[in-house]
T-cell receptor, first 112, second 115 residues
Framework: ETGVTQTPRHLVMGMTNKKSLKCEQH?????MYWYKQSAKKPLELMFV???????ENNSVPSRFSPECPNSSHLFLHLHTLQPEDSALYLC???????????FGQGTRLTVV | AQSVTQPDIHITVSEGASLELRCNYS??????LFWYVQSPGQGLQLLLK??????LVQGIKGFEAEFKRSQSSFNLRKPSVHWSDAAEYFC?????????????FGKGTKLSVKP
């Protein structure tokens, strides 16, 4: 248990569906991150939030929409995804921008 | 551009044997370097990190890594591998002043352990 909880652990969705991934951290951290882990590709940073403000958006398509209502929660809203978006989506948090990042177990997303 | 290369996609070692996983990086300034481990179906766990100082870094689970600036390398070592070490290992470089969440990862090395 790392203190970063992601739900659901597995998700299968059609290309026309709308779904959301949830990340919750109980560590009192101020920075939260979304990463995408695809087969045979390096982990890719998607979004960074620091004190609820988005500080990084690494050219992520608009069909991925993050939301950070408070420092403990981070969402990734998904709509009209493509099969190539199937991947493991990892959430991480850190106390501050310069502190160790703790990762959740990820959500395995399959787009059909 | 910053990048991380892990030349070995898959390594198999016998239990009790020594291990070295290679990592090379490309970064224009002093790098902040990390090794993470990922067991099947799990998230990433930090093994160790290098920010500055002693170039030989000790981590958890008996792992260590050595930073060699001249070779742009940060190889991970363990003197005696246990079956529970079977997992995927990721090297990463921190950018933007060392943010530990804003990382560039290598593609990973999958470690298998033979009995």
């Amino acid at each position: 248990e790392t203190g970063v909880t992601q739900t659901p652990r597995h998700l299968v969705m059609g290309m026309t569906n709308k779904k959301s991934l949830k990340c919750e951290q109980h560590l009192g951290h101020n920075a939260m991150y979304w990463y995408k882990q695809s087969a045979k590709k390096p982990l890719e940073l998607m979004f960074v939030y620091n004190f609820k403000e988005q500080t990084e958006n690494n050219s992520v398509p608009s069909r991925f929409s993050p939301e950070c209502p408070n420092s403990s929660h981070l969402f990734l809203h998904l709509h009209t995804l493509q099969p190539e978006d199937s991947a493991l989506y990892l959430c991480a948090s850190s106390q501050g921008y310069q502190d160790e990042a703790f990762f959740g177990q990820g959500t395995r997303l399959t787009v059909v | 551009a910053q990048s991380v290369t892990q030349p070995d996609i898959h390594i198999t070692v016998s239990e009790g044997a020594s291990l070295e996983l290679r990592c090379n990086y490309s970064y224009g300034a002093t790098p902040y370097l990390f090794w993470y481990v990922q067991s099947p179906g799990q998230g990433l766990q930090l093994l160790l990190k290098y920010f500055s100082g002693d170039t030989l870094v000790q981590g958890i689970k008996g792992f260590e890594a050595e930073f060699k600036r001249s070779q742009s390398s940060f190889n991970l070592r363990k003197p005696s591998v246990h079956w529970s070490d079977a997992a995927e290992y990721f090297c990463a470089v921190g950018v933007y002043g060392g943010s530990q969440g804003n990382l560039i990862f290598g593609k990973g090395t999958k470690l298998s352990v033979k009995p």
